[in-house]
C-alpha cells in the first residue's frame, strides 16, 4: 500500500491558512457576542424581583443565626 501525501503548493497553503484566520476570528466574534449575552442574562437575574427576595430572606437569617452565636457565646 503506497499513499503518497501530496503537500499543496504555498498558494494553496496561504490561502487556506487565511481562510483558517478568518474562520478563527469568526469563532472569537461569536464567542464574545455569546460572552455578553451571558453578561446580560447575569445581570438581569440579580435584578429579578425573586432573586433580590431571596437574597434580602437570606441576609436575614444570617443575622439571626449571628445573633444566635453571640448570644449563646455570652452564655
Not at 12 to 38: F, G, H, Y
Not at 39 to 62: F, H, I
Amino acid at each position: 500500500m503506497n499513499t503518497k501525501k501530496n503537500i499543496p503548493d504555498a498558494e494553496t497553503r496561504a490561502r487556506n491558512v487565511a481562510r483558517l484566520r478568518e474562520i478563527n476570528k469568526m469563532w472569537d466574534e461569536i464567542n464574545l457576542k455569546l460572552e455578553l449575552a451571558q453578561a446580560l442574562a447575569e445581570a438581569d437575574l440579580q435584578n429579578s424581583p425573586l432573586y433580590v427576595s431571596r437574597r434580602e430572606r437570606l441576609r436575614k437569617e444570617l443575622e439571626i443565626q449571628e445573633q444566635q452565636k453571640l448570644v449563646s457565646q455570652q452564655d
